[in-house]
């Protein structure tokens, strides 16, 4: 079974900083694909970034970029010139590429992180 | 706005009673996921739905069961209800056959039960 660990619970950053969250991945899989969420407040999931693993370019969504490394199974996302809106809970998640049955997402346990102005 | 909708937003209700939490998902998606997060669980993967089939059970409790209706849109019903199944109910959706991307899956605002 596919295990996602995200072992740091809470981070902080600066405002206008840039702050790195930690992400691994257990699978035996080669073709998956993994996905940060961002739960702010208003608890609703909102999708920050996806990484197909086939691809060896990291995933830039504007200020979000990740540091995908299949080899080492892990998966950072990385936050640049941070906002207040930015604080929230982030969930790493891992999803295979199978587009059929069992192409549920996996979920780490979240990491807090909060914005200091 | 992810376009995926759930109702109620909140419910409230006793022990032993069961409940219906309904998912429109978004226009022209077919899958239709079930994800509970509670503070002790996280996020856990309940039950999915594909064109109306079911396609894959995850963590749910044989008192919980679900269905996906022609219109797409789909129901979790969770009866003898329990103290432990207060929780954020989310719904998600994919696989769009028009949009190619069918990997990504957006979620709905969920719903919050407690049981009191």
């Known amino acids: 079974a596919q295990t996602v660990t995200q072992s740091q619970p809470e981070m902080s950053v600066q405002e206008a900083e840039t702050v790195t969250l930690s992400c691994t991945y257990d699978?035996?899989?080669?073709?998956?694909?993994l996905f940060w969420y961002k739960q702010p407040p208003s608890r609703q999931m909102i999708l920050v970034i996806r990484?197909?693993?086939?691809?060896?370019q990291n995933a830039t969504e504007n200020r979000f970029s990740v540091n995908f490394q299949k080899a080492a199974k892990s998966f950072s996302l990385k936050i640049s010139d941070s906002q207040l809106g930015d604080a929230a809970m982030y969930f790493c998640?891992?999803?295979?590429?199978?587009?059929?049955?069992?192409?549920?997402?996996?979920f780490g346990k979240g990491i807090t992180l909060s914005v200091r102005p | 706005d992810s376009g995926v909708t759930q109702t109620p937003k909140h419910l409230i209700t006793a022990t032993g009673q069961r409940v219906t939490l309904r998912c429109s998902p978004r226009?022209?998606?077919?899958?239709v996921y079930w994800y509970q997060q509670s503070l002790d669980q996280g996020l856990q993967f309940l039950i999915q739905?594909?064109?109306?089939?079911?396609?894959a059970k995850g963590n749910i409790l044989e008192r919980f069961s679900a269905q996906q209706f022609p219109d797409l849109h789909s129901e979790l019903n969770l009866s003898s209800l329990e103290l432990g199944d207060s929780a954020l109910y989310f719904c998600?959706?994919?696989?769009?056959?028009?949009?190619?991307?069918?990997?990504?899956?957006?979620f709905g605002p969920g719903t919050r039960l407690t049981v009191l």
């Open positions: 998600a959706s994919s696989a769009n056959p028009r949009q190619g991307r069918t990997d990504t899956q957006y």
């Open positions: 699978t035996s899989e080669s073709d998956y694909y």
């Open positions: 990484q197909e693993a086939y691809k060896q």
């Open positions: 739905y594909y064109n109306g089939e079911e396609r």
């Open positions: 226009s022209g998606d077919l899958s």
């Open positions: 998640a891992y999803r295979n590429a199978y587009t059929g049955a069992n192409s549920k997402l996996t």
